[in-house]
């Protein structure tokens, strides 16, 4: 990366270009209390690159590396094995360089890998169609919300208790805006059916409905059928909105849209894209064909040419930038093109038998870590069906002992209090993921670590 000093002269030009008296002008936006006074500690106000190297190398060793430590965070982003392969083709320059098809069919090769991208995720999610992919699994699961209210002409919007409150937080941010209502619980850590709030949602939907939201897996790793919801959600005329967070999952259980799911959204993330520190990820969104000039994003598609050739065409485009603004169905400006290479690549080198032998593995890991930790003096595992994903109800607050785990070596999980913050009654809870990732010794590491911050 080139550095590009700038002298004190071109600073006075740019901000009379702009029309500031100073650099402090452009920052009176940002709160007082959260503007940074002084010098930074520790800092020098000038060293050698290999001084500022060291440095910062110094500085990212206090980090605790996910692949260096028994790791079993999960909640919506997943660490998974992924071959050496994706990162290799995906940096290819033909890939790299062919980001977004702005002059599309120009571009075959990157509409080929959108066209095999969307034919991957309608079959994963059990639909009739995907898009060529969304910023991420939580935008991905406003514009749904969206796209029903589109479809049904109605503003009510019922979101299971179960849905990741991050996904909640941005569709409630959203709403503002739209004046959609969307109701909204919280989960409860009961037997049976934890987080599940399905009585709720069959006896709220009413002829105002536009959308029942669900997922599966929920954040409490629980998985419940969704054709009873499915089908009270189409007699009132609304639609299902199924949000998978942890696409692996689909290798082993049943689709969304098999059980009757209108569109199908989520995060790709867990298939040929890392942790990444929170991004950048893909989002995946499918439906059902006949709601298909309702869907945000793009739509590759195939066609043959003027001389009887396979080709690929940007069949749809939905955004105010190809057509009328009062026309559009999203302001999503692209898609994740690399990522969603990266994902297509990946399930390409697993193949259908592949996924299904890569869920079953998780699957299996995650039975026998939860037997473990069940063992642990005072640890209940909250009951219910899951796949790799599960919840452990903690005799005192989950936030202290996720600490006291990291400061052993280990990264125990999430706690259900920072997930939500305000209600008391799920402080205690902490969901684990095992992937395969995961090892034996792993699993004794975690169990040894939480009977230790336990005590």
Not at 110 to 139: H, I, K, P
Not at 182 to 197: N, S, V, Y
Not at 220 to 235: F, M, P, Q, V
Not at 367 to 384: N, T
Request: proline share 4%; hydrophobic share 45%; with cysteine.
């Amino acid at each position: 990366m080139r550095y590009l000093p700038l002298a004190e002269a071109d600073r006075r030009e740019m901000l009379r270009t702009v029309g500031a008296n100073s650099v402090d002008d452009l920052f009176v936006d940002v709160p007082e209390a959260a503007r940074l006074s002084g010098k930074i500690e520790g800092l020098a106000d000038h060293a050698s690159e290999l001084s500022v190297e060291r440095q910062l190398g110094t500085l990212a060793r206090r980090n605790m590396v996910a692949g260096e430590v028994p790791f079993f965070i999960g909640c919506g982003a997943y660490k998974h094995h992924i071959p050496a392969s994706v990162d290799h083709l995906i940096q290819r320059g033909e890939f790299l360089t062919s980001y977004t098809p702005y002059q599309p069919e120009i571009a075959q090769g990157t509409l080929q890998a959108l066209f095999e991208f969307q034919t991957q995720v309608a079959r994963l999610y059990g639909c009739d169609v995907a898009n060529a992919s969304m910023y991420d699994g939580s935008t991905a699961c406003w514009e749904a919300i969206s796209m029903a209210r589109r479809v049904t002409r109605r503003g009510k919007a019922m979101v299971s208790a179960g849905l990741h409150p991050h996904y909640v937080s941005v569709a409630k941010t959203m709403a503002k805006f739209t004046g959609d209502t969307l109701d909204i619980a919280l989960p409860q850590l009961t037997d049976g059916a934890p987080g599940d709030d399905m009585e709720r949602l069959l006896g709220g939907i009413d002829r105002e409905t536009s959308a029942v939201v669900v997922q599966y897996p929920n954040i409490l790793g629980h998985i419940t059928d969704l054709s009873e919801l499915a089908a009270r959600a189409h007699a009132a005329g609304a639609l299902l909105i199924a949000v998978v967070t942890e696409p692996v999952a689909l290798g082993l259980v049943r689709s969304p849209g098999e059980m009757g799911a209108d569109i199908v959204v989520g995060e790709g993330q867990a298939i040929g894209v890392g942790l990444n520190f929170g991004g950048p990820y893909v989002g995946l969104f499918a439906c059902k064909e006949k709601f298909v000039r309702q869907m945000p994003g793009r739509l590759c598609g195939e066609t043959v040419d003027a001389e009887g050739k396979r080709g690929f065409v940007l069949t749809l485009s939905t955004r105010e930038q190809h057509i009328r603004r009062e026309k559009a169905t999203s302001n999503i400006c692209t898609n994740s093109g690399l990522c969603a290479l990266a994902f297509s690549v990946h399930m390409t080198l697993l193949g259908e038998k592949g996924l299904r032998q890569l869920a079953e593995l998780n699957h299996a890991k995650a039975i026998l870590a939860a037997e473990r930790l069940a063992q642990v003096p005072g640890v209940e595992l909250v009951s219910g069906a899951f796949f790799n994903e599960f919840t452990l109800r903690l005799p005192k607050e989950a936030r202290p002992v996720v600490r006291a785990m990291a400061e052993r070596g280990v990264l125990g999980g999430v706690s259900l209090g920072r997930l939500f913050p305000g209600a008391e009654a799920l402080q205690n809870g902490l969901v684990i993921v095992v992937t395969e990732t995961v090892t034996d010794q792993d699993v004794e590491a975690l169990a040894g670590a939480l009977e230790e911050a336990l005590a």
